[in-house]
T-cell receptor, first 115, second 116 residues
Framework: AQKVTQAQTEISVVEKEDVTLDCVYE???????LFWYKQPPSGELVFLIR??????QNEISGRYSWNFQKSTSSFNFTITASQVVDSAVYFC????????????FGKGTKLTVNP | GAVVSQHPSWVICKSGTSVKIECRSL??????MFWYRQFPKQSLMLMAT?????????EQGVEKDKFLINHASLTLSTLTVTSAHPEDSSFYIC????????????FGDGTRLSIL
């Protein structure tokens, strides 16, 4: 069975601090995809990244970066120089193929960035 | 980018009412649509998977007769909550996939359902 664990329920930081959101996953599949989504208070899900199991390269997109380590089954997400607009619930998710299969979500981490 | 429209965004109704939620893929053909439910401060849980032209596959614990899913076309899936009760109050989100395997699912903006 697939499982995603986000051990951090809530994180609170002050603006401009760096923050890392942890994600640990479990799967028996050799091919799988990992995702991060942002859910602001308005409720919609904002897609941030998809990474397949064959690509362990770290990725950077502006202030966002992701660290994928198969050895520890982790896919952590770092926000550099956080801003108030980053305040949201962030979900890590796993699917077994192409993102067209059902997603298994972690419980989410609520990030609050204070001014 | 791909757009999925979900309607209504918010609905409040009396207990015993049936409520229909629509999920439309606006600029691509969605061979597969997923329906998720999210209770306050909780994660998203998959309710069912629907493929165009066939019966939906429900996750364990989800009542088929209560949550009717129809996916009659490649651009539209509907979720009907029949005889809704207060415990059905939740945030329902759909997602759509073209089934190519190369593109991630595209999510609608969700529907907040409140049953009085």
């Amino acid at each position: 069975a697939q499982k995603v664990t986000q051990a951090q329920t809530e994180i609170s930081v002050v603006e401009k601090e760096d923050v890392t959101l942890d994600c640990v996953y479990e799967t028996r599949d050799t091919t799988y995809y990992l995702f991060w989504y942002k859910q602001p208070p308005s409720g919609e899900l904002v897609f941030l990244i998809r990474r397949n199991s064959f690509d362990e390269q770290n990725e950077i997109s502006g202030r966002y970066s992701w660290n994928f380590q198969k050895s520890t089954s982790s896919f952590n997400f770092t926000i550099t120089a956080s801003q108030v607009v980053d305040s949201a619930v962030y979900f890590c998710a796993l699917s077994n193929w192409g993102g067209s299969e059902k997603l298994v979500f972690g419980k989410g981490t609520k990030l609050t960035v204070n001014p | 980018g791909a757009v999925v429209s979900q309607h209504p965004s918010w609905v409040i109704c009396k207990s015993g009412t049936s409520v229909k939620i629509e999920c439309r893929s606006l600029d691509f053909q969605a061979t597969t649509m997923f329906w998720y439910r999210q209770f306050p401060k909780q994660s998203l849980m998959l309710m069912a998977t629907s493929n165009e032209g066939s019966k939906a596959t429900y996750e364990q614990g989800v009542e088929k007769d209560k949550f009717l899913i129809n996916h009659a076309s490649l651009t539209l899936s509907t979720l009907t909550v029949t005889s809704a009760h207060p415990e059905d109050s939740s945030f329902y989100i759909c997602s759509a996939s073209s089934g190519t395997g190369n593109q991630p699912q595209h999510f609608g903006d969700g529907t907040r359902l409140s049953i009085l």
